[in-house]
C-alpha cells in the first residue's frame, strides 16, 4: 500500500507531505482545488505519466520501499531506496498492485479488449490462459518458421528457374573449361595452318629438299675432303666433324616435319561451331564461360538446398498441424472455463449493483467463439440494461455516466486483485441512497485493501478512516489531513451550506457509515 507521498515540486504542487492509511482514504476540496494534480503525482512517482516539467521531483513510500523520481532538462531518474533504477523496473515492481480508475479512463470499460482484461484477472482463468499461451506461442513459432522457409522456398525456386535455361545449354554444349581451352589452342592454331606449312617447307628445301640445301653442301664438302684427304691423312678430322653435323642437320629435319599441320576443313569449321557458341552464351548471359561453371555449381546446390527445405517443410506442416489441434483444445478448455467464470461473475456484479441502488438492473458477459489469436476463441462483450434481463445491450450503449460508475465500482469489488485502488470521482453522478450505497461498498472494500479516492459527496467523505482535504489559494496548492472536527465542518460544505443543522448532520453520517 501507498504510506506516503513527499512532493517537494509537482506542478502547483510544492513542499507537500501528505500520510496515507489503510483502508478508505478520501481527498475532498473545492473544483480546480488540485485533487487530481495530487493523485497525477502519484501516476509520476512511479512511471505512469510522463515528465510534467523541469525539476520535478516526487517521493513515495510503498510499504516498506522509498521510491523516488526526479526530472531535469526532460530527463527522469528513478530511484529505489536511494540505489538508481529506470521506469520498467519501478513499474514492474510497484504499478503491478495500484489500480488507477479516473473519470477520463472510464470510457476504457467499454472497449472489449479491457473487457477480456477484467474476466482475465480471475485467477482460475489465468492459469488456464497461460497453459493455453503455452501452445499458441510454440504454434506462432512454428508458423513464423513455415512462413520463413516458404520464402527461402520461393527465393531458390526462383533462382534455380532463373539459370535453368543457362545450365540446360550449357549441359548441351557438353564441354568443359579446360576442353574449351584446348579448342580454342588448337582452333588459333589452325588458323595460320597454311602460313605454317609454307615456312617449314621453305625451311625444309633449304636444309635438305634443294640442290642448293645446306645437306647438299655437306655432301659436297665430305667428297671434296674425302679427296684431299689421299695426300694429307689429317683431314679425316674434318669428315668426321662434318658427318656429325650431317646427322644433327637430320636430326632438325625430322622435327620441322613434325610439326607440319594437317589442314582438316571439317576439324576446323566444327572448332569455329563450338568458339562461336560459347561466346553466343557468353554474350547473352554477360558472364564469361568459366564463371557459368561457378553458376552450375550453384545450381546444384540450390537444387539439394531446395529438396532439403521441401522435406523440412513437409515435416513443419505435420507439426503445425498437430500444433494448431492441441492450440484450439486449450483454447476451447479457456473458453468453457471464461463461460463458467462470467456466470458466477456476472451473479456476483448484479448482486453488488443491487446494493448501490440498481435494483432492476442487470449486468452480463455474453462471450461468443471468433478466429484464433493471443486471447483465445472468445468475442467478450458487458451487456447492461437498467431495467430488464430480456433488453441487454453492450454496455457502451445504454450505461449512463452514473451507471458506469457503479458498474466499475461493482466490477472492482468483484474481482479485486490489487493492493491498492486509487479513484477519481468514483461516485459522480450520483446521490442520496446511491451514494451511500457506494460509500458502504468502498468501506467494505477497504477492509482488505487500501482504497484513495476523490469525491465530492459527504457519504464517502464521511466513510473515510482518513480525509485529505485539497485547498487553493493563489498560485498555491496546500494539502492536509483533517481532524474530527474539521472533517464535520468540510462535510457541512459538501452538503450546501455549514451550520449546525448540517454539522449533526454530518456526524450522523458519520455514526451511520462507520458500523
Known sequence: MIKSIKIESYLLLKSQYVEFSEGLNVITGESGAGKSMLMDAIKFGIGLLPSSSDNACVELEINDDIVRRETKLGKSRFYI????????????????????????SQSKIFKKYHQLEILDKDRDIQNKKKEFLEYFDMLKQKEDLLKELLLQKESLEKDIEKNQELISALEELGIDKETYHNIKQKAEELKYAEKINMFLQSALGALEYSDQSAMSKINYSISQINQASYYKEDLSKAIEKLNALKEQLLDIVS??????????????????????????????????????????????ENLDKLKVLKDNIEHLFK????????????????SNLRKSKAKEISIAINNVLKLLNLKEAHFDIDIKQKELSKSGIDDISFMFSSYSKEHLKELSEVASWGETSRIVLAISSVLGDYETYIYDEIDAGTSGEASISIAKLLKNISKNAQIICISHTPALAA?????????????????????????????SRLMGIVNEDTKKGAIKLIEQLSS
Open 463 to 491: 466513510a473515510s478512516s482518513n480525509h485529505i482535504f485539497v485547498k487553493k489559494e493563489s498560485d498555491n496548492v496546500f494539502i492536509k489531513s483533517l481532524t474530527k472536527d474539521e472533517k464535520i465542518e468540510e462535510l
Open 81 to 104: 531506496n536511494g540505489i538508481a533504477s529506470n521506469q520498467k523496473t519501478v513499474l514492474e515492481a510497484f504499478g503491478q498492485n495500484i489500480l488507477f480508475q479516473a473519470q477520463s
Open 255 to 300: 622435327f620441322i616435319t613434325s610439326h607440319k599441320l594437317n589442314i582438316d576443313i571439317d576439324l576446323i569449321d566444327k572448332l569455329n561451331e563450338t568458339i562461336f557458341n560459347v561466346q553466343s552464351l557468353e554474350r547473352k548471359y554477360r558472364m564469361s564461360f568459366e564463371n557459368m561453371f561457378d553458376m552450375r555449381k550453384a545450381y546444384k
Open 319 to 334: 507439426e503445425i498441424e498437430y500444433l494448431r489441434k492441441e492450440t484450439l483444445e486449450k483454447a476451447s478448455e479457456l
